[in-house]
């Protein structure tokens, strides 16, 4: 791990069924800045061989936590998509630690929300509600709460803006998907995780949570808002740009 002087520790952390492999290209260039770099594998994620009947909301925060820990230096926190739950969670018990808050077409409730809660549809999950392109491309799996996710469908919606090879080296990485962490509920207070700043990075292209809804969350959370026009797997597997 790098240690430029004076920069933050960049703490990745990945969305569902994904793993730190997604992160590999911003590695590489946070590396070639001589920028300190932690990305972890949560719970069932990427390397990670915690079994999935043993996945839990609680123990995706500790993991993160952990990650925070093993710093040297204040962390900037960046999350994708099911991450930005996670982020703002283990922030909220690491306040001292944390400089700042990165949310990439993230979901990001608020004080007593569920992980997957909208402001458009706070009834439904945004991972598993009747309107989510998510849910239409999860397949059961034989243990109960979790789910696969079809490949032809994971490439439309994940990786739209990615070359055919990348896409399909990702989709081949795909873990199982446990629900028990889309039903947490998150505990923020104003003192701690409200007082962090945070930025939000509207990915205009991104099939899995609309551009309209990454606004409203945006909005609700105080963060600084940027846009991006791409998919939002396209900043962590080619922070470039599509392709």
């Known amino acids: 791990m790098n240690k430029r002087g004076g920069a933050p520790t960049i703490v990745t952390i990945h969305g569902g069924s994904h793993g730190a492999w997604c992160w590999r290209q911003l590695s590489a260039a946070l590396a070639a800045r001589d920028l300190a770099l932690l990305c972890p594998d949560l719970p069932e994620s990427g390397e990670d061989m915690t079994p999935v009947t043993d996945v839990s909301w609680g123990a995706y925060v500790e993991c993160v936590i952990a990650a925070i820990d093993e710093a040297p230096r204040p962390v900037l926190l960046i ?52 309107e989510s392109t998510v849910a239409r491309a999860l397949r059961p799996s034989r243990a109960a709460g979790v789910y696969k996710l079809d490949p032809v469908a994971a490439i439309d919606i994940f990786y739209n803006d990615c070359r055919a090879e990348i896409a399909l080296e990702a989709v081949s990485r795909l873990r199982p998907l446990a629900m028990a962490p889309v039903e947490g509920v998150l505990r923020l207070t104003p003192d701690r995780w409200g007082r962090i700043p945070k930025t939000y990075v509207i990915c205009l292209r991104d099939q899995a949570l609309p551009a309209p809804t990454q606004r409203g969350l945006a909005a609700r959370i105080s963060a600084r808002a940027n846009r991006a026009s791409v998919g939002s797997l396209v900043l962590p597997l080619r922070p470039g740009g599509p392709g």
């Open 79 to 130: 999350g994708h998509s099911l991450a930005g739950a996670l982020i703002s969670q283990a922030a909220e018990h690491r306040a001292n630690k944390v400089c700042g808050l990165f949310y990439i077409a993230a979901l990001a409730p608020l004080d007593g929300e569920a992980v997957g809660q909208t402001p458009r549809s706070p009834e439904r999950y945004a991972l598993t509600g009747r």
